[in-house]
Antibody, heavy 122, light 114 residues
Framework: QVQLVESGGGVVQPGRSLRLSCAAS????????MHWVRQAPGKGLQWVAV????????YYADSVKGRFTISRDKFKNTLYLQMNSLRAEDTAVYYC???????????????WGQGTLVTVSS | DIVMTQSPDSLAVSLGERATINCKSS????????????LGWYQQKPGQPPKLLIY???TRESGVPDRFSGSGTGTDFTLTISSLQAEDVAVYYC??????????FGQGTKVEIK
């Protein structure tokens, strides 16, 4: 079955960096676009970034553009999110999510990991 | 960006009764070439990640109970739980995937037991 397992969260000071990982299994990782979505404490869902199935295209939310970088390793079946210049407002649970098949469900998010908490605080 | 607005923000429904959640988009989500609405619904139970319930506005994901149904077209959509069960207590989100990036969500609707 599809499994997505995030790691790398923790407490970090403002201005510092953190790298999140998402280990994927149970499907052919290189066939799917992958996303990061975050949820601030007690708040709703915010899409953060997407990377195409082959890594050819990457897009970011305006709030993280220029600070966050999404990447993937097809050999390790792992998705990454490099987060630089972190701010207090980046505090959230970060989920990785698989992009749906365009023909079947359309490009929404069909599977989600359990999430990893990032807290930006001095 | 397409703005998604849900109503109400929360609702309390008795067990076995109907729950209705509305979602409005700032522009049409209906793609004329395939007649599909690019709208999904997610359920997020406390302490858990979101789970896909419905795609194409009205197609239930595999394994989702048939008491969940989605309807609507264009800019107005509805998620209905026909007979609320205790395990349906959750926050429900609509999401558009018509114009991406960005993918945008409604603010969420919290469903509780009355």
């Amino acid at each position: 079955q599809v499994q997505l397992v995030e790691s790398g969260g923790g407490v970090v000071q403002p201005g510092r960096s953190l790298r999140l990982s998402c280990a994927a299994s149970g499907f052919t990782f290189s066939n799917y676009g992958m996303h990061w979505v975050r949820q601030a404490p007690g708040k709703g869902l915010q899409w953060v970034a997407v990377i195409w199935y082959d890594g050819s295209n990457k897009y970011y939310a305006d709030s993280v553009k220029g600070r966050f970088t999404i990447s993937r390793d097809k050999f390790k079946n792992t998705l990454y999110l490099q987060m630089n210049s972190l701010r207090a407002e980046d505090t959230a649970v970060y989920y990785c999510a698989r992009g749906g098949e365009p023909i079947l469900t359309g490009p929404l998010f069909d599977y989600w990991g359990q999430g990893t908490l990032v807290t930006v605080s001095s | 960006d397409i703005v998604m607005t849900q109503s109400p923000d929360s609702l309390a429904v008795s067990l076995g009764e109907r729950a209705t959640i509305n979602c409005k988009s700032s522009q049409s989500l209906l793609y004329s070439s395939n007649n599909k609405n690019y709208l999904g619904w997610y359920q997020q139970k406390p302490g858990q990640p979101p789970k896909l319930l419905i795609y194409w506005a009205s197609t239930r994901e595999s394994g989702v109970p048939d008491r969940f149904s989605g309807s609507g077209t264009g800019t107005d959509f509805t998620l209905t739980i026909s007979s609320l069960q205790a395990e349906d207590v959750a926050v429900y989100y609509c999401q558009q995937y018509y114009t991406t990036p960005p993918w945008t969500f409604g603010q969420g609707t919290k469903v509780e037991i009355k």
